[in-house]
Structures are given as C-alpha cells and as structure tokens.
C-alpha cells in the first residue's frame, strides 16, 4: 500500500512526463521502498510490493498539507487559495506565525516545497535523513542563492534507539594544489602575481572540492528507511515540469545579474532569450538539474565526484573566461578529478555540554566554530541569572527583549567571538590550544570569562583566552546558507545547516545547479596585521571555518530525552540566532515559535550589537536607547535569519512536536495531519 500511495502521489502531484514515471514506476514495481544502510533490525528487508515490516506510514490524507484558516487543508504547491508555496514579493517579515503542533513527525525549513517534500517521505515511513536527501534536493532547485547540492553541510543527527548523537562534516574543502596565496594570488608562487579576477569569489578559487551529497548519502546508508532512489521524486518532478519561482530567489536573481551573466548555463536558466530576469510568481522548468538528480538517485553521490558530472564541474570551475560578449577573463580553479574523488565526509565527535545542569546541549565540533561558540556562550552565561530579564509580550512575535537580557547576551557572545578568530579553524590541520574542546568548554574557564563582564557597560571589543600561542586574528565575514530541521516518526532527529556561501555562490553553473564560493570562508591573508599567521588560513585539502551551529538539546544532563533542535542560516551572525532561540526557550521559557520570531540581537567581537529591524510592528527605541546607555554602538538592519526550531512538549498529558519557522523567511512547518 504504502508503495503503491508513493506512486500515485509522485504522479498525481507533479503530472510527471514519461521519461521520469517510467522510471520511478519501474522502481516502485520491484519494492525499492525497503530499507538500506546497516543492517539493525528495524531496518526493513522485505521486497514484496507491499508495505516493509517496521515501517511506521502515515495514512491520513490531510497529513503534510497546511491547514487553512476555514479548517480545510491546503495541498502545498496545489495552487490552491492559501497554498504558502504561492510567490510573494519577498518581504521583511511574515506576521501572524503561531506555534503549529504534531504527534508523530515535523519539518520545518524554509522554503515551502522543500519542507512538502521532506514531509512526504516521513509519511512513507522514511526517517529523517531520508526527509533531508529530499529536502536538499528540493533546496538545490528552489533555492539555490542559499544551498546546492554541490555544496556544504554540517548535520547533527539524534538516534532516538541507541541515544547516541552524531556530528556529520560535510564541509568543502581547498583543492590539493591550493596554497596560503590561493585567495589573492593567480600564480600562487609568485609573490608579485596580481589577485584572482574578476574577484576572488567570482573567480574559481573560491569554489571548494563539494562535501554536502556524500554528507547525505553517508547519513542515509547508517539511519535511512527508504532506498537512496526513491527520495528525489519531488524533486525531478518540480525541475521537469516547472515551479513558480519565490519572491527570495526572484530578488536573488535580480541583484546578481552582473555576475551570473558571465555564465552562459546561469542565464539561460534565470533569465528570458532577451537578458531580462525571470521574475516572481513565473513557473520555470530545470531540466539539466532533473537529469542531474536522476544520476544521483541511481549512482549515488559518486555521481558527482566521479564520471561526466565531475568532468563538467572540473572544466566550469576551471574556465577562463566569461561567456558574456566581452569574454571577461575569470582566474580558474585548481580543482581536479581526483580532488572530487578523493573527498571524505568525516564523522566527529559532537561538542556536548550541560547548561544550568538543566539540559545537555549538543552542537558542531570544528572546522565550524560556531558549536564551540554556542557553547561558550551558554556556558558564560550559566554565571548570570537570565530568566530575570524575559521580553515583554512575548505573546507578540515573541516580544521586545530587555535591555539586560540584551547586553548579557551580546557580551558573552564578544567573547566568544574573541576565542572564535583566534583560535578555531579546521583542527585536522590546526589543533586548538590547551586540551583542545574541553578548555574552551570548560566551566571553570568560562566563569573567569563570565567575571569579564560588566553589567553597566559594554566591553567593545573583547580580549581573546589566554592559551599561550600567537595566533592570527581572522574576521572573515561569511554569509549564505539555509537550515532545515526534521524529527521522525521513531523519534530520530536531523538538524543540518546546508550553504552555498553567498548568494547564488561562485556563479558558476554545471549541469543545472551552482557551484558555491565556499572558499572565501578562509582567511585570504595567511597573516593578520600584527604578522602573526592565522589559523583559517588556505592550505591543501583544508576545510575553511564555518559558523555554522545547528544544535541539539536534551533534556538532564544526557542525550536520553530529546527536547530542542534548532538552527539557523546567517554566515557570521548564525551563533548569535542560534543563542537567541536557545535562551529564548531555555531561560524565557518561550515556545518553539515566540523563540524563533523573537528579534534577533547579539554581537560579534566588536563595539556593535545588532538589533533586528525586520518587523517594524515592534517599538524597539527604548531597548536601542538603554543598550545605548551602557556604552553599546548600535547595528538597526532587519537581519534575514533562517530559524527552524522543533520542540518536544507536553499537552493535556500528551507528547507532541511543536514547530516555530522564521517569519524573515519563506519557510512554514509541516507533519502529520494539516498544520
């Protein structure tokens, strides 16, 4: 049964032409729904066209639909009135986004086919990292100025039977030819070699050695349900026969048309015959990129890494000049075949720690110093008593934060950042100081950094730990990137923070989908000022650092209750997104959705604290002026986060999941029944 419903909903939703059903239909006829990866006994094994043993399907029709505002539910990407995957402009903020709540699954994500298609499989019986493969497949194709399937990711993943958490790096890596110069010199040897043109982003040496395929194939093959095949349905179907483009990506095609327009492949897929922009709400088709997706779905990630696809990603990010009529010259990558071949996920060991001896929060070990981050940051602020400084009418869009709550947050987080630019890159080649992660988590540690802080005024700029080395300072700004997050019907959680870098990445197009600007995470000076060589410095094979967090929480001091996963797009920003939902919800007692809306605020290391503009509904001048008042400089632009946060809590004696999904995004929430 469970089959057969895949069938029909893959055909019924997406009017699929032959090429595609037939294919999908020969699958399905041979019972490819049974499970792969190891071999424990919840995996299903049976190969009859019927529905696998253990496989826990969904059979309510109205799961994974929205539910309207006259209680009927809305079929995502139906084109039905009140279908939230209809284009918009896209806006500021969304108002009016209340806590959804489910029993069994829940995707939040936020574009609102990625999310359809990730609730589908958990319908089917999937787990959760058979919703991710489709989720990013889906991402790759709606969204591609944030994530690619030729990109990067970090995933954090909760194994609801063994208890056990797992940290997946599928972060890029430099080519093997790369040096310390790669960023700003064409000849990498040569000290008097001008730097990469047209810039080093635009230019080749910005693209990275892809991780975020294999990430997800390695993923699949240890906690998946379904076959590997069959979780690219939606996907191939929405590139095949069109979707209308959102308000996010219109505008992300607008504003980088100078640079996509070196790109023969990127204007023909973004643009009209006459150079104008596709614009909101039109329906495009990607018919490269649903070829593209069928290879993987039958060869796998090697697809990517091996064979015509990786010849062609080799010879894109290896070109030397535009397509555009002035045939501009573009520096080319260093990258090579056996750089795509050679690449390895690798599976690391989570950063782990209590918080107010409450809830055991995990997150992502480096080369992404954002966990590291996240954690000190909590661990500063266990020193300070935070549920005194709550929001004011969190009823509303999660409230206005208090002037203390503010300046507490923001401080730790200075010196967090502090550790940050000093000390963290990919530790494969640059160990941490000291003991390595337990230093810096260390509670005595973080308590004298806790003692740094001065509740009446604002530090600036912060000193970094004293760990007796002579490390650079790197300030390299990221940006891009998009979160999803999935729990499962057997109670198996993903939170994955997936990026293409900046937006639309190097503009670099293959085969029907981008190739990121990764690369530019490094420091693309090897010295800071002071002369001192810096830790996140290019060298062959390295993995750039990341701020990635997505984080998990638990409730005790073990991984044995799930209570929290969240995580957030944001580049530079996303440790301070991340801190603000968790002591939102940890310390404010917020639900899943107040935490996520609530305005975004916190600090890198420097005299600035952001405080988010987007929802202008909300009078924010007396928080500014008292921040003011305590010696804050202050940065007032809407900030576009990208929080997906899932909860478990208690109702009337019953377990449910509830949902929050950023309003500065275009994502919602989806699971079992209509939400």
């Known amino acids: 049964m469970a089959i057969a419903w895949i069938g029909r909903r893959i055909y019924w939703s997406y009017h699929v032409n032959k090429r595609y059903s037939f294919l999908f239909s ?13 071999d424990s006994s919840d995996q299903p094994k049976d190969d009859s066209n ?11 029709p109205t799961s994974c639909s929205k539910l309207a505002q006259d209680g009927s539910s809305v079929v995502v990407g139906s084109n039905q009135n009140g279908d939230p995957a209809a284009p918009e402009g896209a806006s500021g903020y969304r108002l009016g986004n209340t806590v959804k709540y489910a029993d069994k699954y829940m995707v939040v994500a936020n574009t609102p086919l990625a999310v359809k298609a990730g609730c589908d499989v958990l319908r089917a019986g999937g787990s959760a990292v058979d919703a991710a493969v489709a989720v990013q497949a889906v991402l790759g194709l709606v969204e591609p100025q944030s994530s690619t399937i030729a990109g990067s990711g970090f995933m954090m ?29 064409q000849d990498i040897y040569d000290p008097n ?34 076959k590997w095949n069959q979780l690219f ?23 980088n048309a100078n640079s996509l327009a070196l790109d023969a492949n990127a204007m023909a897929t973004y643009f009209h015959s006459d150079g104008s922009p596709r614009k909101v709400g039109e329906t495009m088709t990607n018919k490269a990129y649903a070829k593209t997706l069928e290879a993987l779905a039958t060869q796998g990630a090697n697809a990517l890494h091996t064979g015509p696809i990786a010849q062609a990603i080799v010879a894109k990010a290896g070109q030397t000049l535009g397509d555009d009529p002035a045939k501009t010259p573009i520096t080319p990558s260093l990258m090579t075949l056996q750089d795509l071949s050679n690449y390895q ?23 992404s110093s954002g966990g590291i981050a996240v954690a000190q940051t909590l661990g500063i602020l266990e020193n300070f008593d935070m549920s005194l400084y709550p929001p004011k009418n969190p009823e509303n869009e999660g409230g206005v934060p208090d002037v203390m709550g503010v300046h507490l947050v923001s401080e730790a987080e200075r010196l967090a950042y502090a550790d940050r630019d000093k000390y963290v890159a990919d530790t494969d080649f640059v160990r941490l100081p000291a003991q390595g992660i337990p230093s810096f988590i260390d509670k005595n540690y973080l308590k004298q950094r806790a003692a740094l802080i001065n509740p009446n005024q604002s530090m600036g700029v912060a000193p970094a730990g004293n760990f007796n080395t002579a490390s650079g300072v790197d300030t390299t700004v990221e940006h891009g990137t998009t979160q999803f997050t999935i729990v499962d019907a057997y109670g198996n959680v993903v939170s994955m923070t997936s990026t293409v870098e900046s937006s ?32 996140n410095r290019v060298e062959s094979g390295k993995r750039p650092r990341s701020t990635m967090a997505p984080t998990l929480v638990f409730k005790g001091t073990t991984p044995d209750e799930f209570y929290m996963a969240t995580g957030s797009p944001g580049g530079g920003t996303i440790i301070q997104y991340v801190v603000k939902t968790l002591v939102g919800a940890l310390d404010w007692n917020l639900n899943a959705q107040q935490a996520t809306s609530l305005v975004n605020f916190g600090a890198t290391n420097s005299k600035n604290t952001n405080v988010d503009s987007s929802n202008v509904q909300l009078s924010l001048v007396d928080l500014i002026e008292g921040l003011k008042a305590k010696g804050h400089g202050i940065s007032n632009t809407a900030q576009t986060s990208g929080i997906s946060t899932i909860m478990k809590v208690n109702i009337n004696n019953q377990s449910k999941y509830a949902g929050g999904v950023d309003p500065r995004r275009e994502g919602i929430v989806l699971g079992n029944g209509a939400l």
């Open 26 to 38: 020969s699958l399905l006829a041979v019972g490819l729904l049974q499970g792969c990866g190891d």
């Open 157 to 185: 993943y909760y194994d609801a039977k063994t208890k056990k958490v797992t940290a997946y790096d599928g972060r890029e890596t430099a080519p093997a030819a790369a040096n310390e110069y790669y960023l700003i010199r």
């Open 504 to 535: 639309m990445g190097s503009f670099h197009m293959v085969d029907g989908f981008l190739l990121s600007n990764q690369l530019t995470d490094f420091s693309a000076n090897p010295y800071d000022s002071t002369g001192a060589l810096v830790a």
């Open 193 to 226: 070699s001008p730097a990469p043109v047209p810039s080093a982003r635009r230019s080749g040496r910005s693209i990275g050695v892809p991780g975020v395929m294999r990430l997800l194939e390695q993923a699949q093959q240890e906690h998946g349900k379904l």
């Open 345 to 367: 996920v690798k599976k690391r060991d989570p950063i782990c720690t209590t918080y107010r001896d409450r809830y055991y929060v995990c997150t992502m070990p480096p080369p």
């Open 233 to 255: 349905g939606e996907a191939i179907g929405l590139a095949d026969n069109g979707f209308r483009i959102p308000g996010r990506l219109a505008d992300a095609i607008a504003s």
């Open 50 to 60: 019927t529905t696998p043993p253990n496989l826990i399907v969904d059979n309510d």
